[in-house]
C-alpha cells in the first residue's frame, strides 16, 4: 500500500461547478498537508499548505485535513476553465526535513 | 518570493552524449534541493537530494553515476545526465526548499529531455 492515495481521475467538471480533489494516507507521522497544482508541461505550484485539522480558506480554495481519518481534501469553489490543471497532494513527516511525499496527482478539466 | 529557475527548458540530444540542467535558486538560499523525474501522467519521482557543498542523497535505484547531481552554492544545482539513452527521456524538475515558519519546496519549471 503505498503512504499516499490519490485518485488520478480524470475528473471533467463544468464551470462554476464546485470540485472536490481527495488524498488519503496510511502514516500516522504525517503532520504537513500540501497542495500542488501543475500545469501541463510546468513545475508544480504550491497552492495551499496545513498542518492541523480542520479548513484553511484561501480565495476560491479551501484546504480540508481530518487527521483521525487521514484524509485531505481540496475543494474549489466557482471553478474556471483555468482551474484545469493536475492537482497534486503532498504530505510530510514532522521530522523529515523538507521531504515530500506525492499523491499521484488528480487530472481536472474544467469545461466552459 | 521564492522564483526557482531551470535551464534549458527543453533539450535533445543524441544517445550516448551528456546533459545538463541547472536549477537555481533566484531570489533565497536554498541549502537543500531536490531533482525529480516525472513520466507522462504520473506523480513526481523523487530521484535525488542534494545538500550545499556534500555528496547528494540518491534514492533506491536510481543510478549516482548516471545522474551526477552538484550543488557548489547555495543558489545553483545541477544534474548532468551521463551517457544518456531513449528511456531517460523525461520531464526532469528541480525544487529549492526555502526555510522558515513552514519549510516549504518551491518548484522550477522543468526540464523536457528527448534522447534521440
Redesign the interface.
Known amino acids: 500500500q503505498k503512504e499516499v492515495e490519490q485518485d ?1 481521475g480524470p475528473l471533467s467538471v463544468p464551470e462554476g461547478a464546485i470540485v472536490s480533489l481527495n488524498c488519503t494516507y496510511s502514516n500516522s507521522a504525517f503532520q ?1 498537508f ?1 497542495w ?1 497544482r501543475q500545469y501541463s ?6 497552492l495551499m ?1 496545513t ?1 492541523s485539522s480542520g479548513n484553511k480558506e484561501d480565495g476560491r480554495f479551501t484546504a480540508q485535513v481530518d487527521k483521525s481519518s487521514k484524509y485531505i481534501s481540496l475543494f474549489i469553489r466557482d471553478s474556471q476553465p483555468s482551474d484545469s490543471a493536475t492537482y ?1 497532494c503532498a504530505l510530510r513527516a514532522g521530522n523529515s ?4 511525499n ?4 488528480t ?1 481536472l478539466l474544467v469545461t466552459p | 518570493g521564492a522564483v ?1 529557475s ?1 535551464h534549458p527548458s527543453w533539450v535533445i540530444c543524441k544517445s550516448g552524449t551528456s546533459v545538463k540542467i541547472e536549477c537555481r535558486s533566484l531570489d533565497f538560499q536554498a541549502t ?1 534541493m ?1 531533482w525529480y523525474r516525472q513520466f507522462p ?4 519521482m ?1 530521484m535525488a ?1 542534494s545538500n550545499e557543498g556534500s555528496k547528494a542523497t540518491y534514492e533506491q535505484g536510481v543510478e549516482k553515476d548516471k545522474f551526477l547531481i552538484n550543488h557548489a552554492s547555495l543558489t545553483l544545482s545541477t544534474l548532468t545526465v551521463t551517457s544518456a539513452h531513449p528511456e531517460d527521456s523525461s ?1 526532469y ?1 528541480c ?1 529549492a ?1 526555502r526555510q522558515g515558519a ?9 526540464t ?1 529531455l528527448t534522447v534521440t
Not at chain 2, 41 to 44: G, I, N, P, R, T
Open positions: 488520478p504537513y500540501m500542488y508541461r510546468k513545475g508544480p505550484e504550491l499548505y498542518y497534486l526535513g523538507y521531504a515530500l506525492f499523491g499521484k496527482g487530472s | 526557482v531551470q537543500t531536490f501522467k504520473q506523480s513526481l523523487l537530494t520531464f524538475i525544487s526548499g513552514f519549510s516549504e519546496q518551491y518548484f522550477g519549471p522543468g523536457r
